[in-house]
Structures are given as structure tokens and as C-alpha cells.
């Protein structure tokens, strides 16, 4: 016998019930049937993205919702501000140049989040930037940047877009979407909404709608105006992923009764929690200025190979966490809290990298992250 | 209580167990636990296409298949000779459009195979056609259009890409990519593959990897170059529908078991079946000369109204089969035969269709298209 357990920064586990929901008997995309059910999870996800627009559901990965945004906002030649912190920031810069925009980059290390002055000063400089995209919660890095303060700097301009990627981040902590004035945010199915991966949500502002009108990239699977109009006939433009649109509606009405607030609250304690027990262990934290909820890393000691200790937690312990990646390859654990993970599952995270730490040979004091974590977790009880 | 029934032409029902294995606890992408279950599948789907090139295997629906297709192998002002005989043929030229190709139409009556004469005479008149772009089965036509004659104008020229859209073909007929030379043939999880909507399966013949070389259409969602190079490496270039992947293998397993032979007899029984039953109660088959073995489609007596027809099957009698699109709305009816569908959801779908037509005024002698349609499932006994 073998349990095992997934803690890493996505895919995340999927709570049985949703699993149940999701292998329902199959039924056809264009019936009144589905439509009920899109219409409920279409409706909920608002809630979700705490905005009044129309969120759309693609069948496709994160990765698809940031290519519409770049492909259905803007056109080549436009000069668009790329935060670039970590991976995903990377990838914006790459989807960016693949449809000849011309990325003004800002190069933020990594476990630090972006300075507000910093892009100001950019914007400053270059006064026909169109857009700033940016991650709120960059997963390579575990940093939250600092999203509400950036709005400040698009929301009273009508020719400047603020793009954020909430790919970890909605669901996870307060993203108020209106209320920030965000243009376009998109999240994926394999994270808080603890599905399968295979889709992505995105929701635009009337700014970004507006954008969308004269945008002349290229699309055409992911074409946002046809999404939206078909959205209004509670229907996709083309055959949606039924089976996660199911689990997705399941999942949503988990969340709604939760309530979204407790829901930030949950992965907020766990983080929390991780964090504090990283420091009772005398690590260090990768991102300690700005930690997200999302998933908390820390750097390994130096006397223990990185990538030899997530195997081993994976394939000896049955625990599967995250390891660094690129420069810090070999040097990083990260350990997530999203979507169907609780105060045990964080638990048992820490519990096996003590364990596991000292397999390695590392001098450990087996149960005092446990501890740390547990003075926070019992906020809840 | 109320049992229902799904022979759309897709989404089709998916196995119970399949369903189960798709409900397994989630994993992560990036371990061996998944590489071992996503390279078997990639092996199996070798099988399935009958070739010994890459299958990748995409987070989309076949749509996505189809534009990855157009993104990777052309440029903008590119000649593609377009076959539309259907809604499928259609979208070939709409997706061309939106890349900047030049779609040179050949418009195909509904109903009607291309004739590979006519192919012939276009491609001698256009000889800079990069080029043909069609459906193995048309699905709104079900019409099969003869894609082996099609692919000696094509197979011994090196400037000639035969682009086919095997969305509802592969795994219902035969289709052997390498031995036709075709260059790139798609195919989509929800179809002949008894699961749910979600993946897109896509081979390229070594001509059509050189053409990739080449090709200067904007892609990063769907790029073949970087999908074949994770595929080498058991992954793929963003994260993968897990559970989709996971049924995708245990689907394939069955499917060999079966006997891929025996997998495409079956849907051609099926297929000749409801077409010999169709023609006992006096009907007339939409596609009499060349029927594909995905769907039958049959007009409807003229004094029944199709849309409401379809409507009382789904809603009264509890069968969701398929109505008619453009023209043809109100005009048809499609009985699917694709993928987890027996001897017994022929015949149900066949009673059902003469007992709504019964209960629509219509003159049927009931049960005399179930006696003709068992008469030829029996074979399979």
C-alpha cells in the first residue's frame, strides 16, 4: 500500500464529489441541458472574478487564455510593458513577439515583486505603451506582486491596459476585478478550482472590449468576440470541454458556499502557516518581502541536493511537491495551497520535508515546523 | 425516472469505466507517474493513425487541431484549396482567411462527395496551390469524401500538402496516414475516442514537417515544433488535460483489444444498419452515394417539422440524436454511430425515430426499420 499526496503548484488535487459530477453520463453541448449548466457556471464565475462582465470558459489551458488576451487586445507593433519576474512573466514577453508586439521588458528578480515606481518611470519613458501584463502571483517565484498598486497607474487611462495573468491567484486571494479596474484576468481550471487542467476563464473590462475592436492580431479559437456572443446564448463558439464545464459549475457552488472570503482566509492560514514553519526550520523563504498564498517556497541548505530531496519526497514519502526551476533548479522546494488542500494536507507537507531533510543528512528538529504551522492552523478551530 | 440516450455526432458516450479511470486522484504532469501513462497513449495513437510519425496530443478541441494545422504549415498569402461541402469544409476556409492564406473554394452541394476530377482540374489551373484542405467525414453532410483517391493528386508532390480533418473518421474507418500519404490528419477526443470534448490528436507526414520549417503564420498555443520536442521527452509544452490523457489511454487499450479492424467494422455495421432501416420506412438518406460510417442523416417526411422532431426525442422519448444545420435545419435528422455505441443504441435510436415520427402524424409501419437494421446486426452475432 501507497498514499499518495499532491501539494504542488498545480495540477491540484480534485475533491471526489467533483470527480462524481465530472463522470456524469455524457450529454450533448447544444441542449437545454448544458446550457443550464454553462449558464450556472458562467454566472458563478463572476462571483470569481468579482466583476459584472462576462467571464468566458475556453477549452484550453492557461497558457490559451493568455494568447487570447495578447491576440484579441492588441496588434502588431504595439508596444506592451512586460513584467518578467519569473517563467510566466517570461512567457508573456514570448506570446507578445510571436504576434509582433514589441515588448518594453522590466526585468524584476527573482523573489522579489515588481516596483510600482519602477514601471511608472517605464511608462514615463515610453508614453505609447499599450499595456502593462503581469502575473498577480508569479508560481515560479511564490511572489504576489503587487497588483492593486499597478492599477492605479492604468485605471484613469483609457489607452493603457493592465493585463494580469491570476492564473494562481484567483480564488486564491482577494482579486477584485472591478474595483481595481483590471482589463483582463484569466485563471485556469488546475488551481484553486481544483479541476483537472483544461480550462481557461478570462474576463475583459469595457476598456479591454473596447481594445478588442481595433485589435488586428490573428485568432480564431480563441476569438473573444465570438466567445461573448455566444456566452449570451449560454453556448461556446465551439464544442466546450463538457465534462470540466460540469465539475467547474460543481466546484463553483462549493466555493459560493464556503463563501469566496473564507475561501481567501483558508489559502491566506495555510500559507501562513508554511511560512512559519519554514522559519522555525532556520530556512530561508524564496520570496520573503512577497510571499503569495498561492504556494510557498524556500530555498534547500546548501548540504542537500534540491532536486534529489522533491524525488525522494515524491517516490519514498508519496508526497509530491514542487521543485526550483531554471537557476534555481535544484535549490527550491515549493510547497502549494490550492484549491482542495486543508490544515492536514499542509500538515503532512511540512512533516515530510522534515523528514525528509533529515534522510538527507540535514541536522533537523523533526516537528517544530509541524508545531509553528499548527499555532496558526488552529485559527480555524 | 427518466433513462436518456446520446447518439449525437458528439460529444459521444463515454465507457463507465473510462469515466472511473479519469476519476483517478489527480498527479502531477512533471513526473514519471504521468510520463508513463501520456507516452503510452502517444504510442497507442500512433496505431490509431496508423502512422509512425509523432501523434501530438493538444489541450483544444479538434477546432484547435484544425487552426495548429493552418499556424504551422503555411504563410500568410498562401494558396490552399478548400473543399466545402459542409459547416467543417467551411471553417477550413474561414480559419485560412483569418491567418492571411487565399482560399480558392470548391464548393461541394451538400449532400455530394468532392469529386477528385474537379480537385484535379483546380489544381491544374492553380498550380501555386500549397494545399488541400478537407474533411475525411464531413459531419454536418455526413458525407465520407473518398480521401485515398484524393491523395494520389497529392502523395508524389513535394509542393502539395493533403490537410485532412479525420475529426469523425479516424477510428471509425480506415484511414492509414503513412500508407496514403496524407500530411496532416486530426482527430478530436469527444468522437470515435468515447470521451469527453477537451483533446485535439494531430499528425504531420515528413512533408509536412518540412513545410513547418518554412512556415511563417504566428503560433504559440499550438506549436507542432515545440509539442514533437516535449513529446520526445513524454510531455507536452504546457500542461496537459491530466485526466483527459489519463481516459485517452485507457480508451486506446480498449480500442486495441478490440482490434482496430474489428473497431471500424463495427461503426460500418452499425452505419449500414440504420441506412438500410432508414430506407425500409420509405425515407431518404441525406448522403445516398457516399455515406460516411460516423452519422446517418435523412431527411424528414415534409410533413414533419425536424426541429420539433429532434426536440420531442430528446425531451419526450429521451434519445438526443442530431438535427440539421443551415439549410437544412428543420430539414434532417443525424443518428450518430461514433465510438461507445452497440448493436442495441442502433436499434433504440432507429425505434425511437419511428415511434416519434408515429406520434408526429407521420404514416410508419413501426418496427419495420428495426427488423431491416437487425437483419444486418446480426452479422456481428
Sequence with gaps: ???????????????????????????HHRTPQFSKIFAEAAEDAKILFQTKQDVMILASTGTGGMEGCITNLFSPGDKVLVVNGGKFGERWG???????????WLKVEWGQAANPADIKALLDK??????ILIQASETSTTVAHPIEEISKLTRDRDDLLLVVDGITAVGVYNM???EWGIDAMITGSQKALQLPPGLALVALSDKAWKANESSKCPRFYFDFKKERKNLANQTTAYTPAVSLVTGLRSVLQSMKEEGMENVHKRHNRLARATRSAVKALGLKLVAPDAPADSATGLFVPESVDGGKLVKSLRDDFGVTL???????????????HLGYVDTF?????????????????????LGKGVAAAQEILLEAY
Excluded at 515610453?126 to 499595456?131: L, R, S, W
Excluded at 494536507?345 to 533537523?364: C, N, Q, R, S
Design 176 to 178: 477584485p476585478m472591478d
Design 322 to 336: 514542487a521543485g526550483g526551476q531554471d537557476d534555481w533548479k535544484g535549490k527550491v522546494v515549493r510547497i502549494a
Design 94 to 104: 514570448k506570446i507578445s513577439e510571436t504576434y509582433g508586439l514589441v515588448p518594453v
Design 345 to 365: 494536507d499542509t500538515i503532512l507537507a511540512i512533516a515530510a520535508l522534515e523528514m525528509a531533510l533529515k534522510k538527507f543528512g540535514h541536522d533537523v528538529a
Design 126 to 131: 515610453e508614453p505609447d505603451i499599450k499595456a
Design 1 to 27: 500500500m501507497k498514499k499518495t499526496y499532491l501539494l504542488a503548484p498545480g495540477p491540484t488535487p480534485v475533491p471526489e464529489k467533483v470527480n462524481l459530477d465530472m463522470a456524469a453520463p455524457m450529454i
